[in-house]
Structures are given as structure tokens and as C-alpha cells.
């Protein structure tokens, strides 16, 4: 088994070649990529959840749900006001309601797989139709255990579980999802846990110093009467004086 060597921004990498920008799993040949990547095709990717929206559906039926993913590769830890702060969308498309992620807190990671690529309003998006065999996991970054360093022994190379209704079955590891798109999953844990392992430290530390909500994403007063109804905002405000409500 190749050793993989942590970089800090969530994804390991082998020894050589130095500066490989993915990860591959030799057994399944599944290639994991950085939000930054420049892929035009489908991708695997893990990020960061920094907001969450809850599913919709559209006119014709379908379940759309978004969320807003962050990663070593797009956002650094530190200053609060860099202009040129990125994020990534994550969009999945689903037939059912149950089909879509529903986070238990921000902060969570997602994995995705096979997205499709693209770009919107300067943000990479990537499309996630679980209609067409695209999937998605959902795990928690600060489970008991996880950061302690050591392994459980109930670890294996290869993992394929199921939960009821996707949700986490008892007595599995750190490193499984807590809720998934479908019945079963599988984890390369020779990729998965070093690539887990490393997103969740970064991520320990970026909410150690930055805001959970980038300051950048927040409106300003001034501009909420031209939002359109129905539009849900964040708002940073200072409370000048609290009316008590009469309920009558």
C-alpha cells in the first residue's frame, strides 16, 4: 500500500510524483479533486459545508437542493476581509425528497461523486444528478474520536454498508457518513480516511479563525429593499433597541 502524506488542504498526496494535485485509489481508480480544479469533465470531490439550503422543488418535480463548499484550494485561513474570497456551489438534482442532503450542521463535509463542472457568476458549481449515478455522503467533521490520530482497529481497506434510509447504521467507524444518497456506498479507506482525516483538521482550524459566515456573503442594509421576495439574505447588524411584542 502506497503511504499517502498529508498537505494540510485536505488532500493527500503519494510521495511522488511531489506535486500531484489528486488523489487516485488504485484499487477503484477514483481520482479526488481540489475545488479549484480546472476539470471540464465529471470529478469526485470532498469540501467543507459553510451554508446549507433547504430542498426545493421546481416546476417540473424535481428536488433541488444547494450548498456552498469551501477547501484548502479556495479559501486560506486568516483574513476575514480578502476580496477575492471563493467558495463552490454544490447542486443536486434528485426525484426524491430523501434523496437530498440534509446537513446537521455547518462545518460537515460532503463528499460528491461524479459531478459535472461548471461556471456561474465567477463560482465553480458542480451538478450532482443523483438520477444518473452521481452520489453524495455526508460526514461530520468533529466526530468523538476522529481527530485523536489513532485508528480504530474495526477499519478495513474496503467498506460497502448500509443504513436505513441512507442514515448511519450503529457501531460504524468515524469515517463513515452519517446520511448518503443511496442504500449502500463503498470507501476506499487507503484514500478515503487520510483525505478525511486531513479536510477535518483543516477545517477545525479555519472555523478556529474565521467566521463561520465570510463577511463577504453578508448584505448590506442599504441594499435589502431591492432583494427580490422570497430571496433569504444573511445580515450582519448591531441591535440598537429591543420592542417587546404585545402577542395580543
Known amino acids: 500500500m502506497t503511504t499517502m502524506i498529508s498537505t494540510g488542504g485536505g488532500y493527500p498526496k503519494p510521495p511522488s510524483p511531489a506535486n500531484s494535485s489528486t488523489v487516485c485509489a488504485d484499487r477503484k481508480k477514483m481520482k479526488y479533486h481540489p475545488l479549484n480544479t480546472t476539470e471540464q469533465e465529471q470529478v469526485n470531490i ?4 459553510i451554508d446549507a439550503a433547504y430542498p426545493v422543488q421546481s416546476n417540473k418535480g ?5 450548498l456552498k463548499v469551501i477547501d484548502g484550494s479556495c479559501c486560506s485561513i486568516g483574513d476575514e476581509r480578502v476580496k477575492d474570497y471563493e467558495f463552490a456551489v ?16 455547518i462545518g460537515d463535509i460532503i463528499r460528491v461523486h461524479r459531478a459535472n463542472v461548471k461556471e456561474y457568476k ?5 451538478h450532482v444528478n443523483v438520477s444518473y449515478n452521481a452520489s453524495w455522503s455526508l460526514f461530520e467533521t468533529n466526530p468523538k474520536h476522529a481527530l485523536k490520530g ?23 467507524t468515524d469515517y463513515d457518513p452519517y446520511k448518503h444518497s443511496s442504500k449502500n ?3 476506499d479507506m487507503s484514500v478515503h480516511k487520510g483525505v478525511l482525516k486531513a479536510l477535518r483538521k483543516w477545517a477545525c482550524r ?8 465570510h463577511i463577504s456573503l453578508f448584505t448590506p442594509l442599504k441594499q435589502v429593499p431591492n432583494i427580490e421576495k422570497g430571496r433569504d439574505i444573511d445580515l450582519l447588524v448591531k441591535v440598537l433597541k429591543v420592542h417587546e411584542k404585545d402577542e395580543q
Not at 206 to 213: K, L, P, V
Open 185 to 187: 456506498y463503498s470507501l
Open 46 to 49: 470532498y469540501g467543507v459545508i
Open 62 to 66: 424535481k428536488w433541488i437542493c444547494s
Open 122 to 126: 465567477g463560482h465553480r458549481q458542480f
Open 150 to 172: 489513532d485508528d480504530s482497529a474495526s477499519d478495513t481497506e474496503m467498506r460497502d454498508d448500509q443504513g436505513e434510509d441512507g442514515e448511519q447504521a450503529p457501531g460504524q
Open 90 to 105: 454544490v447542486i443536486i438534482y434528485a426525484t426524491r425528497f430523501e434523496e437530498c442532503p440534509i446537513v446537521r450542521q
Open 206 to 213: 479555519y472555523f478556529a479563525e474565521n467566521m463561520i459566515t
